[in-house]
């Protein structure tokens, strides 16, 4: 992952007006799922004046009963796999597109530390999940998910996340809308 692909430009809007504009021009509305961001990427996208326009909500799923309660991930996935995890990311981007009947989903699930992490998941690891509803019938639903690591802070590392998630929503919404 290249860090200057979520750095702040200076002279450019930023990546929540950017991904406000795309979802405006494509008529999207969007979602998130969050754990460790806390619901960072729901405040982002809110600091957009008319971002009602696009945005319906944030459900911050910290625990995992918060992840099975809320977003259906399936038990399986969290006893398998572990909440950090590309199942559980793709379970949770997709759990909170459908019940908030979204164009998109988004998801985060890692570890912003300063301790918690392993050999196979340290510190500053994420998944994060991006979910696009097709149209009934058209089997254009999908959802991705993308394995990051970040150095930093606990609060760095969950901003890097944050703005990294906003970045993969944006390049998601302008793929579907160069089809």
């Given amino acids: 992952m290249r860090e200057s692909e979520t750095r702040e430009s200076e002279s450019g809007p930023r990546i929540e007006e950017r991904v406000g504009d795309a979802l405006r021009d494509a008529d ?4 998130t799922a969050e754990s460790c961001t806390g619901g960072l990427i729901g405040s982002l996208l809110t600091d957009v004046p008319g ?7 944030s459900v911050v799923t910290y625990s995992y009963d918060a992840k099975l309660e809320e977003l259906a991930v399936p038990r399986e996935h969290l006893d398998a796999e572990g909440a950090v995890s590309e199942p559980v ?38 998944f994060v999940g991006v979910a696009y509803a097709g ?26 996340i944050a703005r990294q998630a906003l970045s993969d929503l944006l390049a998601a919404v302008e793929e579907r809308e160069s089809e």
């Fill in 51 to 57: 971002s009602s326009d696009y945005f319906d909500r």
């Fill in 135 to 160: 149209a009934w019938g058209s089997g254009q639903s999908e959802a991705t998910v993308e394995r990051y690591e970040f150095d930093g802070t606990r609060t760095e590392i969950k901003a890097r």
């Fill in 89 to 126: 990311a793709r379970a949770m981007a997709r759990g909170v597109r459908d019940t908030a009947g979204v164009d998109w989903g988004v998801s985060t699930t890692g570890i912003a530390g300063p301790d918690g992490g392993s050999d196979e998941k340290p510190v500053g690891t994420v």
């Fill in 28 to 31: 999207g509305t969007v979602a």
